[in-house]
Every structure is written in structure tokens, then in C-alpha cells.
């Protein structure tokens, strides 16, 4: 099977529904529906060269017959929706191959590449050993790529904006198979583009991020009773119009209902590990209190053990039980 | 699945939110739905991480740091795919009526963060028609033949 000639030109990245690494690259996708879907074949490319050649032949083939090879590209493969990140008989590009992290230090200034495949998790355990810290996601198995290019919300969000906007440099393969720099000072518009973009130009398959000193974060989830629910809503609306805001303080809250059961979870992260900081005075005294999980600890443990707002997206169609707890680090099924 | 809105903080709204999603989770049409569970987190887009985004050089997103505004997010989870039509719909239907009180409040806001978006959502249109613009001439520029566009049918198109 030729699979739009792709096999011809990356004989050892192409594989079938015959193979494992076919199988394993499917059900390591985040929702069932996404893993359901069945390409003809799934591409695994190791470096942007190969991604810039399987591009060049899929793009051939839509200008000369348009439709006859339609493609997805997977990073991570946590977006829940069935379509997002692979595609029901045409060519899935799973990036995941391509997920090395290495810090860059020009003088004084650091910037961390991360390749198009890897995961928050692969990033912050590498970075975390060398007392850094970036600007990223809130899940250690969420794909850089996808949070990256659709925004991105971090605990760094109110000192340092989204995700996107601390991208220094976006390595893009674009569909005529070039391979471009996207920064400040070259292809700017296609910089801004991708921030909030996805998918619309090009393959990402590197970002370069801003880097910065950073130790240990302190915070983690309260869960309350139900009744508590008017104190919350002004809680959680002073903190938003406090003119004194603290930006080392985020904060989501969450209202849960399950089998006629109902909490509330608020989830209280400071970037510095300062123990019950101020910034959070009023939600410390609300009660009832089910449980409170707060800690001093590296941010990829805090995220593990906390209900993190894309663990909360598990949408599965299949006959098991999806539990209501503060949830540990989701598992792809 | 998950779905998303946003507004501007007001607490008589979020009090108004709250007791609606509270109705919306014993709806009739969900009575039937095995294992469901039914979610919504809000988060704030304060002005500091607004005026942030907004000193590094640009992005898509269409914010306004003079605005801050409160991201939802609806999720759901239930075990049976014969439960998704119905599922969806009544989803559907809390967040239309939550959109159509914000306006009426005044304290509706078009952004819809891509990350939290249902595939039938509007996403790329609600950044704003001068951002649609400038996305539709980048596309024209880098991707002409489209490839991006029509032969990656997956994600939010432009």
C-alpha cells in the first residue's frame, strides 16, 4: 500500500493498521473518539526534513487532485474531538517522535526548544532539574503544540501573558515544503498568525520559548461543600477586579455535579513558593472545606494532583465509569 | 465534550450562571444519561496578564487588555454513545441561553478560547473580522494552494 506515495520517500516512518506502531500511536490518543478514527496510514517523523518531505508530497496531491490525500497532524493528541489531530482513511502525521527539549543560552538570555511532539510534562521534568521554568501548560500529558498554537494558559499567565506570546521563534514547515522561522524580526506576520492560529499555516515543529529562573510553586486544589456557593461567586469575583492583583496568584474555580452530588473546587496556584499566600485570604476561610491538597512542590507535581482544566475535558463514549475525583494524571485510553 | 464562553466579570451575573448551570444539570433530557458528569470552570483573564500579552509583539487573539473577561468552560463526560445526541443538544441549549442573557446583561464577550471549543464553534470568526482578515492574508501568502485549509480538514478553519 502506497498511502500517497509516502512510503516511497520515508520507507521507515510510515506504518499501517497491521503494525504496532500503528495501533500504539492510536490508542495513546486523549478521547476514544479520537482514537477510533483510522488513517490509511500514520506518518512518524524524526525531524523537520521529514515532515517538510511527507508535506511536499500531500500537498502535490491536493493540487493535482484535490481530496485524494487528506491529512491531520497530532502533537500531543489531547484535543477531545474527534477530527482535531487524525482523520478517517487519509494520513495522520504524529509528531510525537519529535519532542527533544534543549535549553539555549545566548549571553544572558535563555530560550528553551521543544519539539512539536512533546508533552508539558517532558518539558518541566528536564527544566525543573535546572532550577528553570517556562511559561506552559497546566497538564504534564498535554501536547506543547496544540495548547501552544490555540493560546495557551499557564500558571505565568498573569506575570508574563499566554503561552503563545512567550514564544520566541516558531520553526514552521509550510505546505510548499519550505522550512521557515517565524519571530520578531523574520516572517512576523506568520509569528502572530500562529499565536492563536493552529493549525491554519503550516506544520509547527519546534517552538523556541523565553526561559527564566524559577524553584519550586506552592498551591494545589480545595474542594467545598456545595452551600458555600455565595461566598465563592464574590470570591471569585474579587479576585478578578482587584486593582492590587498579585501576579505570582491563578486561580480557576470549578462547579462539579455528579449522581445528584455537587462541589465545588477551586484550584489555587502561586508561583513562588511562599506557604498560603495573601492573594488567596478568602478562599482559605470558606467552609465547609471536603478536602484541601495544598503544597510547596515542583509545578509538574503540583499539575499531577490537582483537577487540572484539560483533565476535566475527558469526553469518552465507551461502557466505563468515568470517576468524579480530584483527578491524578490522566491516563490516554 | 467540552464547550466554551466568555463574558465580562459581574457577580449578578455569575450568580444568574450558576443557578442556571444548576438547572441545566437536572434537565429532563439528561434524567436518562448514564454516568454523567457535569462541569464548569471559570477562570479570569485579569488586565495584568492581558497587558502582558499585549507587550510581546502580538498575537490572534483579538483581546483587548482594557477588557478582562471570565473564560467558561462546560464539560461533560457519560459512558453511552447512544446518550451524545442528546447530550449535545442540551448543552447546546444552556450555552445559547447563556450567551443570550450576557448580551442582554451587557457583559457578553465574542472570544471563545480555542483550547476549551466544541468543533461547532465559531471560533476563528468570534477573534474579530479585522484578525479573520489578517489570518485569511497570512494563509494567502504562506499556504496559496490552501493545503492547510482543504487538505487538513481537522481543527478551526479560517
Redesign the interface.
Given at each position: 500500500m502506497q498511502c500517497c506515495k509516502l512510503s516511497e520517500v520515508l520507507p521507515e516512518n510510515v506504518f499501517y493498521q497491521d503494525q504496532s506502531q500503528y495501533t500504539s500511536s492510536l490508542s495513546s490518543y486523549y478521547s476514544g473518539q479520537e482514537g477510533d478514527l483510522l488513517p490509511t496510514c500514520i506518518v512518524q517523523p524524526t525531524s523537520a526534513r521529514s515532515v517538510s518531505a511527507a508535506v511536499k508530497i500531500l500537498s502535490a496531491a491536493h493540487r493535482s487532485n484535490p481530496g485524494s490525500c487528506l491529512f491531520a497532524v497530532r502533537g500531543g493528541g489531547h484535543t477531545s474531538y474527534a477530527g482535531a489531530a487524525n482523520i478517517e482513511a487519509g494520513v495522520t502525521i504524529d509528531l510525537r517522535s519529535m519532542k527533544d527539549v534543549t535549553l539555549n543560552t545566548k549571553g544572558n538570555r535563555m530560550t528553551t526548544s521543544i519539539g512539536a511532539g512533546a508533552l508539558w510534562g517532558d518539558v518541566y521534568e528536564k527544566l525543573y532539574k535546572m532550577g528553570l521554568g517556562v511559561v506552559g501548560g497546566r497538564a504534564n500529558t498535554v501536547g506543547v503544540a496544540g495548547l501552544t498554537t490555540g493560546g495557551g494558559i499557564s500558571y505565568f499567565s498573569g506575570r508574563y501573558g499566554f503561552v503563545c506570546d512567550n514564544v520566541e521563534n516558531y520553526e514552521v514547515v509550510l505546505s510548499d515544503g519550505r522550512i521557515v522561522n517565524a519571530n520578531s524580526v523574520e516572517n512576523i506576520d506568520l509569528r502572530n498568525a500562529l499565536r492563536g492560529g493552529s493549525n491554519n499555516f503550516g506544520i509547527v515543529t519546534r517552538f523556541d520559548v523565553a526561559t527564566f529562573e524559577q524553584g519550586d510553586i506552592w498551591g494545589g486544589d480545595i474542594i467545598y461543600d456545595f452551600s458555600t456557593l455565595p461566598s465563592q461567586l464574590q470570591a471569585f469575583y474579587d479576585f478578578g477586579i482587584n486593582p492590587n492583583y498579585d501576579e505570582s496568584s491563578a486561580l480557576y474555580q470549578v462547579f462539579a455535579a455528579r449522581d445528584g452530588l455537587y462541589f465545588i473546587l477551586d484550584n489555587l496556584v502561586y508561583t513562588k513558593a511562599t506557604l498560603y499566600p495573601e492573594a488567596f485570604n478568602t478562599f482559605y476561610q470558606i467552609q465547609p472545606q471536603i478536602i484541601s491538597d495544598l503544597k510547596t512542590a515542583p509545578l509538574q507535581n503540583i499539575i499531577t494532583n490537582v483537577t487540572d482544566p484539560e483533565n476535566i475535558n475527558r469526553s469518552v463514549s465507551e461502557p466505563c465509569s468515568p470517576k468524579i475525583t480530584i483527578k491524578k494524571e490522566n491516563n490516554a485510553h | 465534550?467540552?464547550i466554551t464562553t466568555s463574558f465580562s466579570?459581574?457577580?449578578a451575573f455569575?450568580?444568574w450562571l450558576?443557578l442556571t448551570?444548576?438547572t441545566f444539570?437536572v434537565s429532563p433530557s439528561l434524567s436518562t444519561v448514564h454516568?454523567?458528569?457535569?462541569?464548569?470552570?471559570?477562570?479570569?483573564?485579569?488586565?495584568?496578564?492581558?497587558n502582558?500579552?499585549?507587550?510581546?509583539?502580538?498575537?490572534?487573539?483579538?483581546l483587548d487588555s482594557s477588557k478582562?473577561l471570565?473564560?467558561s468552560?462546560l464539560?461533560?463526560?457519560?459512558?453511552?454513545?447512544k446518550d451524545?445526541e442528546a447530550v449535545m443538544a442540551t448543552a447546546q441549549a444552556f450555552l445559547d441561553s447563556v450567551e443570550k442573557e450576557a448580551k442582554k446583561r451587557g457583559v457578553h464577550d465574542p472570544f471563545l478560547?480555542?483550547?476549551?471549543a466544541?468543533?461547532s464553534q465559531d471560533v476563528?470568526n468570534r477573534?474579530g473580522e479585522v484578525i479573520k482578515k489578517?489570518?485569511k492574508?497570512?494563509?494567502a501568502?504562506?499556504?496559496?494552494?490552501g493545503?492547510?485549509?482543504?487538505?487538513?480538514?481537522?481543527?478551526?478553519?479560517?
Amino acid at each position: 500500500m502506497q498511502c500517497c506515495k509516502l512510503s516511497e520517500v520515508l520507507p521507515e516512518n510510515v506504518f499501517y493498521q497491521d503494525q504496532s506502531q500503528y495501533t500504539s500511536s492510536l490508542s495513546s490518543y486523549y478521547s476514544g473518539q479520537e482514537g477510533d478514527l483510522l488513517p490509511t496510514c500514520i506518518v512518524q517523523p524524526t525531524s523537520a526534513r521529514s515532515v517538510s518531505a511527507a508535506v511536499k508530497i500531500l500537498s502535490a496531491a491536493h493540487r493535482s487532485n484535490p481530496g485524494s490525500c487528506l491529512f491531520a497532524v497530532r502533537g500531543g493528541g489531547h484535543t477531545s474531538y474527534a477530527g482535531a489531530a487524525n482523520i478517517e482513511a487519509g494520513v495522520t502525521i504524529d509528531l510525537r517522535s519529535m519532542k527533544d527539549v534543549t535549553l539555549n543560552t545566548k549571553g544572558n538570555r535563555m530560550t528553551t526548544s521543544i519539539g512539536a511532539g512533546a508533552l508539558w510534562g517532558d518539558v518541566y521534568e528536564k527544566l525543573y532539574k535546572m532550577g528553570l521554568g517556562v511559561v506552559g501548560g497546566r497538564a504534564n500529558t498535554v501536547g506543547v503544540a496544540g495548547l501552544t498554537t490555540g493560546g495557551g494558559i499557564s500558571y505565568f499567565s498573569g506575570r508574563y501573558g499566554f503561552v503563545c506570546d512567550n514564544v520566541e521563534n516558531y520553526e514552521v514547515v509550510l505546505s510548499d515544503g519550505r522550512i521557515v522561522n517565524a519571530n520578531s524580526v523574520e516572517n512576523i506576520d506568520l509569528r502572530n498568525a500562529l499565536r492563536g492560529g493552529s493549525n491554519n499555516f503550516g506544520i509547527v515543529t519546534r517552538f523556541d520559548v523565553a526561559t527564566f529562573e524559577q524553584g519550586d510553586i506552592w498551591g494545589g486544589d480545595i474542594i467545598y461543600d456545595f452551600s458555600t456557593l455565595p461566598s465563592q461567586l464574590q470570591a471569585f469575583y474579587d479576585f478578578g477586579i482587584n486593582p492590587n492583583y498579585d501576579e505570582s496568584s491563578a486561580l480557576y474555580q470549578v462547579f462539579a455535579a455528579r449522581d445528584g452530588l455537587y462541589f465545588i473546587l477551586d484550584n489555587l496556584v502561586y508561583t513562588k513558593a511562599t506557604l498560603y499566600p495573601e492573594a488567596f485570604n478568602t478562599f482559605y476561610q470558606i467552609q465547609p472545606q471536603i478536602i484541601s491538597d495544598l503544597k510547596t512542590a515542583p509545578l509538574q507535581n503540583i499539575i499531577t494532583n490537582v483537577t487540572d482544566p484539560e483533565n476535566i475535558n475527558r469526553s469518552v463514549s465507551e461502557p466505563c465509569s468515568p470517576k468524579i475525583t480530584i483527578k491524578k494524571e490522566n491516563n490516554a485510553h | 465534550m467540552y464547550i466554551t464562553t466568555s463574558f465580562s466579570n459581574d457577580l449578578a451575573f455569575l450568580q444568574w450562571l450558576l443557578l442556571t448551570w444548576k438547572t441545566f444539570t437536572v434537565s429532563p433530557s439528561l434524567s436518562t444519561v448514564h454516568n454523567l458528569e457535569n462541569t464548569m470552570l471559570n477562570q479570569h483573564l485579569v488586565p495584568s496578564l492581558l497587558n502582558q500579552s499585549s507587550l510581546r509583539g502580538g498575537n490572534s487573539l483579538g483581546l483587548d487588555s482594557s477588557k478582562p473577561l471570565i473564560i467558561s468552560m462546560l464539560s461533560l463526560t457519560w459512558s453511552d454513545a447512544k446518550d451524545d445526541e442528546a447530550v449535545m443538544a442540551t448543552a447546546q441549549a444552556f450555552l445559547d441561553s447563556v450567551e443570550k442573557e450576557a448580551k442582554k446583561r451587557g457583559v457578553h464577550d465574542p472570544f471563545l478560547y480555542l483550547n476549551y471549543a466544541h468543533s461547532s464553534q465559531d471560533v476563528i470568526n468570534r477573534y474579530g473580522e479585522v484578525i479573520k482578515k489578517r489570518m485569511k492574508s497570512v494563509s494567502a501568502k504562506f499556504d496559496p494552494w490552501g493545503v492547510f485549509q482543504r487538505a487538513v480538514p481537522g481543527g478551526f478553519k479560517l
